[in-house]
């Protein structure tokens, strides 16, 4: 679509009518003059006039904390912060990607994918997405783009997937025919961070930003999870969920993350198995002593915090449905005693005296204990960044004060979970 087509189309009701699903009705106007302020962007940096529009969101991770890469269950939504791309084939060979907020642009040679020295970095990872797509048999080819993320960065809200999910559209869309699904794009993200970031992540985060909506995940297959979209408004029960960034990111813990897949797999290993989902709770807790001293102790409460944790997401997907709310909420604070207590990624080891999420979650839970209603948990990979508050809608405004005090102020997020995954933005107005 020509480039003033496009931001005629931003402005038409089909526009309004999507904006509205994807961030709100009151974020509207802001986000039509945000993907338009995109479009000029492009059109002062690229040369070419057809482009198309995409979105990928962050996600929200509800329940199931690090168990997807031991083939668990998730409880996880797409958030109305998002990634946010205008792009156009090139007909070359090259790549080239502008980040608006990250003020990085760089080029890709699309015969030259192999990974860096340090493995890390933004280049490395679109690599990595690229090889990806050869390695599964699909299709890739030269583009331009300008992207903006208002996701927040290194703070458990998924960032990074959010725009591997955003590339994996654009590529899908230019030279596959749009004929990949969502579990695709997640092996793809999965392998990119995997081998050009030597991170040992699981599938969610992928799923959760590609899928969209409010969904739970069965890993039990990881090339093939089962996810069911659950039906569920939260708005419905006067409630908000709130992300709490506690000021300080977690882009410098890949030791830490890699340490709790490994560990549970090291309980798995005892019993000539590959992951904990291969196992169950009683065969640990039959076995203990030797488990303990083949694995270590703590490798032993992580692999008791999965079992339970694919329990508790049970527990809540059926309590939405059976619309239990309050069993629901009871089951998220459980959900983040046991982070705390048994994963232990509320802070690392080598910086004990860090420890931002541990305060917020203290604050929080006496906030909570004084209202005698709401839930808490930490929320994503841990070790640092976020945490995540459910809250009566009548509670919010007190409770952003009283949290930002402490942690400053703009670092609490109302949020809300919108309807759809990592899309073409043309698609779907047209549908």
Not at 55 to 82: M, Q, Y
Not at 276 to 294: G, P, S
Not at 331 to 351: A, D, P, R, V, Y
Request: aromatic share 10%; charged share 25%.
């Amino acid at each position: 679509m020509k480039i003033s087509d496009t931001i005629q189309l931003l402005e038409s009701k089909k526009s309004e009518k999507l904006m509205a699903a994807l961030y709100g009705e009151e974020a509207v106007r802001e986000n039509i003059e945000r993907y338009q302020s995109l479009v000029s962007d492009f059109q002062k940096k690229f040369p070419e006039d057809d482009v198309i529009l995409f979105s990928s969101p962050g996600r929200t991770e509800i329940s199931g904390n690090h168990t997807d890469h031991n083939h668990g269950k998730v409880l996880a939504g797409s958030i109305n912060l998002d990634c946010v791309g205008v792009a156009a084939k090139n007909n070359s060979r090259k790549v080239n990607i502008i980040s608006e907020t990250y003020n990085q642009s760089f080029e890709i040679d699309l015969d030259d994918l192999a990974p860096s020295d340090k493995k890390a970095g933004t280049i490395d990872l679109v690599k990595g997405l690229l090889k990806g797509f050869l390695e599964a048999g699909y299709e890739i080819g030269g583009f331009d783009a300008c992207v903006t993320s208002n996701v927040i960065s290194a703070a458990g809200v998924s960032s990074s997937a959010s725009f591997e999910m955003l590339l994996c559209s654009i590529l899908n869309t230019f030279f596959n025919n749009s004929a990949m699904d969502t579990v695709a794009y997640a092996h793809i993200g999965k392998f990119s961070e995997n081998v050009y970031w030597d991170k040992a992540s699981g599938l969610l985060d992928q799923m959760a930003c590609a899928a969209g909506g409010l969904i739970t995940i069965d890993f039990k297959d990881p090339a093939a999870p089962v996810v069911e979209k659950i039906d569920f408004d939260f708005g419905s029960k006067n409630h908000s969920l709130i992300i709490v960034n506690t000021g300080k990111g977690h882009a410098d813990l890949s030791a830490d993350y890699s340490s709790v897949p490994a560990e549970m797999k090291k309980v798995a290993e005892f019993f000539g198995k590959e992951v904990c989902a291969e196992i169950t709770e009683k065969e640990v807790i039959d076995n203990l002593q030797e488990v303990r001293d083949f694995a270590g102790d703590r490798s032993v409460l992580r692999a008791l915090h999965f079992f339970e944790e694919n329990k508790r997401v049970e527990a809540e997907v059926a309590a939405l449905k059976e619309n239990r709310f309050e069993d629901f909420l009871k089951n998220i604070t459980e959900s983040g005693n046991s982070s705390w207590k048994w994963l232990q990624n509320c802070f690392t080891n080598t910086s004990f005296q860090e420890q931002g999420i541990t305060i917020a979650l203290a604050l929080t839970e006496l906030f909570l204990a004084e209202k005698k209603k709401g839930a808490c948990r930490i929320h994503g990979g841990g070790f640092a960044g976020v945490i995540m508050t459910m809250l009566p809608n009548e509670l919010v405004d007190e409770y952003i004060s009283y949290i930002e005090k402490a942690m400053g102020e703009g670092n609490a997020y109302r949020m809300s979970i919108r309807p759809y995954g990592a899309i073409c933005f043309n698609e779907i107005i047209n549908q």
